[in-house]
């Protein structure tokens, strides 16, 4: 199996700091190509773009259900470190999958990011706009003055 890089270099989701009119923050290195930013920063909560099995650099990576579930894991946690949070803070995930069918695989491969489970999940099956078994999108809660 191969298993998601946890460390990236410090530069791959520069912090963007851009902030429209009522304080929300963009979060991460906006894709030229979408309409919307990584991740954003609304007051105490960090909302996640769906995410996929991807590399720092933006590569895609295809594998098992249960290494792309990881490579998605470590793709979110990648944009809630940039605006200073990680996966403990998640609260909220919606989960894609392209075949219900790998539930429980899926679901033994995400348990080992969030084995007390102090978190609201959805997963349903649909298909994603691009080539790949799973999307998530994360909804994370860290106060702003919370370090």
């Not at 902030?19 to 979408?34: D, F, R, Y």
């Not at 946690?77 to 803070?89: K, N, S, Y």
Request: some cysteine; charged content about 30%; aromatic content about 8%.
């Amino acid at each position: 199996m191969i298993e998601p890089p946890t460390e990236e270099p410090e530069d791959t989701m520069p912090d963007s700091k851009k902030t429209n009119s009522q304080g929300v923050e963009a979060i991460g290195k906006k894709n030229p190509n979408l309409p919307f930013h990584p991740g954003i920063r609304a007051g105490d909560f960090i909302f996640v773009s769906g995410q996929v099995p991807k590399d720092a650099d933006g590569n895609m990576f295809t594998g098992t259900i249960e290494e792309e579930t990881k490579w998605t894991l470590e793709s979110i946690r990648r944009v809630l470190q940039a605006g200073d949070a990680d996966l403990e803070h998640v609260v909220r995930i919606c989960v894609y999958l392209e075949d219900t069918r790998d539930f429980g695989r899926y679901n033994r491969a995400f348990a080992e990011y969030f084995p007390d489970g102090m978190l609201a999940r959805t997963t349903v099956e649909a298909r994603a706009a691009i080539n790949t078994k799973i999307e998530m999108d994360a909804i994370a809660y860290k106060p702003l003055d919370q370090d």
